[in-house]
């Protein structure tokens, strides 16, 4: 089993110092991430907890998978690898995406 831990539905005002804390109940804790919105800051409401060992990550599973936290229930589970993504598409501004009106011409004028 591996040692980092996925740990979802979390309080969105609970904070990295209070999930390592709960967590240090089942072991010693290496880390513990709350994963944030780039663009307002907040929590995104889940977050990684990792464990010392395999036998502190299950016994962290078994403390604390479908149990209350911060007043929400949270589901905590073996952590999967991050898998390839497709790169992503720019939709930022600047360049010609096809859009507008064109280039005028001369509209029915006669030079």
Do not use: C, H, Q
Request: no cysteine; hydrophobic share 30%.
């Amino acid at each position: 089993m591996a040692k980092k831990l996925y740990v979802g539905g979390l309080n969105y005002d609970t904070n990295e110092a209070a999930l390592k804390a709960a967590f240090e109940k089942a072991g010693t804790v290496d880390s513990a991430t709350i994963i944030m919105d780039k663009m307002t800051g907040r929590s995104k409401g889940f977050g990684f907890v990792e464990m010392s060992t395999d036998e502190e990550a299950k016994a962290a599973i078994e403390m604390w998978d479908s149990k209350e936290l911060d007043g929400r229930t949270i589901r905590v589970s073996e952590a999967r690898p991050m898998e390839d993504r497709p790169p992503r598409r720019d939709f930022g501004g600047g360049g010609n995406r096809g859009g507008g009106y064109g280039g005028g011409g001369s509209r029915g004028k006669s030079w």
